[in-house]
């Protein structure tokens, strides 16, 4: 069996050489477009995202232009995603604290960006990450899982404990780098109900696979 150490540094040097430049999917041209489609993203696919935001962009292509709208005029432009009535509240309330906080600008600083409407924790690391290229680790549900299943997570039952524990392990050059590898790991290959671990190349370094499928953790809800 192999250690942490040697786990991490397989898995690195495998999404490395495979994937030496990881993006999100998510679509946008600014840091304001980017934050929309993040909050937008929330239990709900990049696919539908890039779906509403264009004509939602072209409608406010600022965050001043989305503060002048109300809530009820951004709902129309994002009511096929889920939960709209709530994500069209938060990017009304979002957008008119840049204007007014941030000179409608979004903020690089953790505890500033939480501060905004509609973004979390997890939110703020992808912009930080994403934008402002820091070493911020997102944690969405493939991250989570995908870390335990391989085993560079142990016993990590919440978001924020998962991302301690990758962020002592991978080097801070990487970690932007590294948020992607995990998510489009878990989307495409270790997917939630059947990972194809035939086609992953990190198996020969993964706990799961060598323990024939066994979950040892679920996040706490």
């Known amino acids: ?11 690195i040097e495998w999404f490395e050489s495979n994937n030496p430049l990881p993006q999100t999917e998510l679509h946008y041209e600014s840091p304001y477009q980017l934050l929309v489609a993040v909050i937008l993203s929330a239990q709900c696919t990049d696919k539908r995202v890039n779906m509403i935001t264009p004509a939602l962009f072209e409608a406010y292509p600022t965050a001043a232009d989305m503060a002048a709208a109300t ?20 990017l009304a309330g979002a957008a008119r604290m840049l204007v007014d906080e941030f000179g409608g600008e979004v903020p690089g600083e953790l505890d500033q960006l939480v501060k905004i409407p509609g973004v979390g924790r997890k939110t703020a690391n992808v912009m930080l ?9 997102a944690v969405d549900t493939h991250v989570f899982r995908v870390s335990d299943r391989i085993g560079l997570t142990t016993g990590c039952t919440t978001p924020l404990a998962t991302e301690k524990a990758l962020m002592r392990h991978i080097p801070a050059d990487i970690i932007p780098k590294a948020h992607h590898w995990l998510i489009l790991h878990g989307r495409y290959i270790c997917k939630a109900r059947r ?7 990190v198996r020969d370094a993964c706990r ?3 323990t024939g499928g066994k979950v040892t953790n679920k996040p706490k809800r």
């Open 1 to 11: 069996m192999m250690t942490v150490k040697e786990r991490y540094a397989r898995c």
């Open 71 to 90: 809530q009820e005029e951004i709902f129309e432009y994002i009511k096929s995603c889920s939960y709209p009535n709530n994500k069209a509240r938060n």
């Open 129 to 137: 990450s994403v934008v402002f290229d820091k070493a911020a680790m």
């Open 195 to 201: 990972p194809d671990c035939l086609n992953c190349g």
């Open 208 to 210: 799961y696979y060598q």
